[in-house]
């Protein structure tokens, strides 16, 4: 028996060794053919060119930046390391005013000089609709006071000896380091550049320590350190942090941890860094709040198993679809034709700043400001809801170039394709469509078939999902091919700039914005649908709409503003390409659309 069992000891390490050797030549099977690919795109002929984006130079105030996670991530691959110094020379950033539409049309000084009529267009019809329907008094937008990343600030007024005054705070107890414009790694070099007492027992006697409204990823356990027996409030929100400091686990005192409005994510483990925050044995609150992706019920529950009832924990839960605060669990189920579907793809803090500058409300009925942190969604999307109401009760609703919603309409089109060219794209994708059927790569959205194909840009990571990806172009290479010489035939520049095309069949409504894109996409739609509806929508600004004509034309639109696809005859076939970039520089939000826009009615044009 016993040499029964040695026998069988090495027969199955050596199966094991063969599976693992197997493995392995898989994996370097999967890696040299994307590596192969890449070679072969790049002595292409340019097809299939790896994605390069060229700066903007026509206008310096242009910053190329995006959100907030993507101008976090384009810092820390500049230098992970940087240590947050502060100069009381520079010029606090402002970066903000392009990262991402706000709700509203942007300001005309914030965009290149090319778009200059199109916003002197858009914003004169959007002043003579808020006129129109608020009166003179609504010439201009309201200005609402923001702070370093764009973010609705109702205490941007707040001084050092305000905060003193607080009952939280004793003195010179509290040490405030907001709002200084400070990026990168918080570290005891960063003390030192803020005059603060240079010798480390002198940081003993912090108390609060306040580095809020900043631009910090990261805070140095030589920072800490000093202050590890001391301090009991540590105030880190509206920054870039993706997960807690580990240094936090030095703070033996902490009682008080907030850290709302910075990237965290749902890993309890890694971003959450729970079983550090269960060995602070004084921990009494963390403030988690407007961190997008840290909503969910089950992470709430978890925290509380693993934190205690001690310690108090704000995270409200994201709505449950169907409640007030946000209606339909995704752009597929919402209905297109309401305002409300129309507004819901815009985040909460965007509803709140078009309802004080478009509409002129600053108080709820109970005297709060709009733009406090208690004030709901749902209750800041009705009050928004009644004001449209209001204003469409005032105006004639049988005017040519207004929606059912009373927002204005104007019509632009897009490049008309040359008609061989376009003729062949419509038999591809006829002929695809009838014997492929793919519902599943985006079920956020309401389509009869989906399909997105990458360029072997993005296939540099290597991986399963690039192996995936690239198998999948290669093998629809053909209708790869054709999509690139339909772009290529109206903008080449930017064909050289793609890194995606989604492959549409009958996509219906399905307001929402393109959360990923990092500048405006192309799209191309061709089939028997009639002309002058399945009209590509974008909204403009809050009382403006365009109606983008893309029917065997490229037209471009900024899909980081809310957009669907217009009602046409179900019955009839609409296939469409669009095309966009996901990687590379972003590029400042300008307009919506690309060229100026008509207020011609569509039915008129055909007349």
């Not at 305000?162 to 990026?183: A, M, P, Q, W």
Request: with cysteine.
């Amino acid at each position: 028996m016993i040499a029964a069992n040695e026998s069988s000891t090495p027969s199955l390490s050596l199966r094991a060794a063969k599976r693992a050797k197997r493995k392995q030549e898989k994996k370097e099977r999967k890696r040299k053919a994307v590596t192969d690919y890449l070679a072969d795109a790049s002595s292409n002929s340019g097809k299939r060119a790896k994605a390069k984006v060229e700066n903007e130079t026509e206008s310096d105030a242009a910053t190329l930046i995006g959100g907030k996670a993507s101008r976090a991530r384009l810092a820390r691959q500049d230098d992970e390391t940087t240590v947050a110094i502060y100069n009381s020379e520079e010029v606090v950033s402002k970066e903000w005013e392009q990262h991402r539409p706000q709700g509203g049309a942007p300001i005309l000084s914030q965009v290149l000089p090319k778009h200059a009529k199109i916003v002197e267009f858009l914003e004169s019809k959007e002043e003579e609709m808020r006129i129109g329907g608020r009166g003179v008094g609504m010439k201009e937008r309201m200005v609402v006071e923001v702070d370093c990343h764009g973010s609705m600030d109702t205490d941007i007024t707040a001084s050092y000896s305000t905060k003193c005054n607080d009952r939280e705070y004793i003195g010179n107890e509290l040490c405030d380091f907001s709002r200084l414009n400070l990026r990168g790694n918080f570290s005891f070099g960063s003390f030192s550049s803020l005059s603060i007492l240079r010798e480390s027992s002198s940081l003993s006697t912090i108390l609060h320590l306040d580095l809020s409204r900043n631009e910090l990823w990261d805070i140095s356990s030589d920072a800490l350190k000093p202050l590890s027996s001391s301090l009991i409030t540590l105030d880190i929100s509206r920054n870039w942090f993706e997960s807690i400091p580990q240094s936090i686990g030095t703070l033996k005192e902490l009682k008080q941890l907030k850290m709302s409005h910075n990237l965290l994510n749902s890993d309890a483990t890694k971003s959450l860094r729970v079983e550090t925050l269960a060995s602070m044995k004084q921990l009494e609150m963390i403030d988690l709040r407007w961190n997008q992706k840290c909503g969910k019920e089950s992470l709430l529950e978890q925290l509380r198993s693993s934190l205690g009832e001690k310690v108090k924990l704000n995270m409200p839960v994201t709505a449950p679809p169907g409640t007030r605060d946000r209606v339909g669990e995704t752009p597929a189920v919402r209905d297109a034709k309401l305002l409300r579907s129309q507004l819901e793809p815009w985040s909460t803090t965007a509803l709140t700043r078009r309802l004080m500058a478009d509409f002129g409300e600053n108080l709820t009925e109970d005297g709060k400001s709009w733009a406090g942190e208690d004030v709901s969604r749902g209750d800041v999307m009705e009050r928004l809801l009644s004001m449209y109401q209001e204003e469409v009760k005032d105006k004639d609703s049988n005017l040519c170039n207004e929606d059912d919603n009373g927002r204005a309409v104007v019509y632009v089109s897009g490049v008309l394709v040359e008609e061989s060219l376009r003729s062949r794209v419509l038999q591809a994708l006829e002929e695809f469509w009838s014997t492929t059927s793919l519902t599943g790569e985006r079920p956020g959205i309401r389509a009869k078939n989906y399909m997105i194909l990458c360029s072997p840009a993005m296939f540099e990571s290597g991986g399963k999902k690039a192996a995936k990806a690239m198998y999948k172009l290669k093998k629809h290479q053909a209708l790869w091919d054709l999509a690139y010489e339909a772009v290529n035939s109206v903008d080449p520049s930017f064909a050289s700039q793609f890194t995606a095309v989604a492959v549409t069949h009958n996509f219906v409504g399905s307001p929402h914005i393109d959360k990923q894109n990092i500048g405006p996409f192309y799209g191309f739609s061709v089939g028997d649908f009639a002309e002058g509806t399945g009209h590509l929508m974008v909204e403009c600004s809050a009382r403006v709409v365009a109606a983008v004509n893309t029917k065997n034309r490229m037209a471009r639109v900024d899909g980081r503003f809310p957009h669907w696809v217009g009602p046409y005859d179900s019955k009839s076939s609409r296939y469409s390409l669009i095309f966009y970039r996901t990687q590379g520089t972003p590029e400042p939000i300008g307009p919506s659309v690309f060229a100026v826009p008509s207020t011609t009615c569509a039915r008129r044009m055909e007349e």
